[in-house]
């Protein structure tokens, strides 16, 4: 019968230990839906000094680029963001915007890539309904040099991100951004 010293199964059980806590701690700070929201709604920016407002709104802006095309979208469902976006100033929002657009997009573009022709279209359909329903003006109320900025920014993610099939099945909201777009000269 072969014997293990102690001090080997000690520093192996050590080892998996270890192991085991940070597996647990980076799924507890891995970003979710919930917990962005709960941080939101936890930390309002309302009453803060600037410094602690911009710590704050870049805490939220690295929690939002962590999160998946998915998860942004149950992020948006809840509607915490919108609250938290409106108690911004108009330069925190185009700061906040600045950090959190292009990951957006980029994720856009990466979840229209993977979706089913079926799903496309779906998202297809409600983005042309959103469109009609409102413009980026309304969101916070983002002045026109700033809206075109962004519709200019989706459209460059868009066109370098997209595959062939998404810019097809796109095409009608792509022409209604433009559109849009050209309103807001």
């Known amino acids: 019968m072969i014997r293990i010293p102690w001090k080997i199964v000690a520093a192996i059980a050590a080892v998996w230990i270890v192991a085991g806590l940070a597996i647990l701690w980076s799924r507890a700070a891995r970003a979710t839906p919930e917990s962005v929201a709960n941080f939101i709604t936890k930390n309002p920016i309302a009453n803060l000094v600037p410094a602690g407002r911009e710590k704050i709104i870049d805490q ?3 929690q939002i680029n962590a999160l998946d ?3 942004r979208e149950k992020l948006r469902k809840e509607r915490v963001d919108r609250i938290f976006f409106k108690q911004m100033t108009k330069d925190e929002r185009r700061r906040f915007l600045d950090q959190t657009l292009p990951e957006g997009f980029r994720q856009l573009m990466i979840s229209f890539n993977k979706m089913s022709p079926e799903r496309r279209k779906k998202a297809v359909e409600r983005a042309m309904n959103d469109l009609e329903e409102g413009s980026p003006e309304e969101f916070g109320k983002i002045d026109r040099a ?4 962004f519709v200019s920014e989706g459209m460059e993610a868009f066109y370098s991100e997209a595959n062939a099939e998404v810019k097809l099945d796109f095409a009608p909201v792509i022409e209604r951004l433009q559109r849009a777009s050209q309103g807001l000269r």
């Open 60 to 62: 939220v802006a690295a």
């Open 69 to 71: 095309f998915e998860q």
């Open 146 to 149: 700033e809206a075109q900025k």
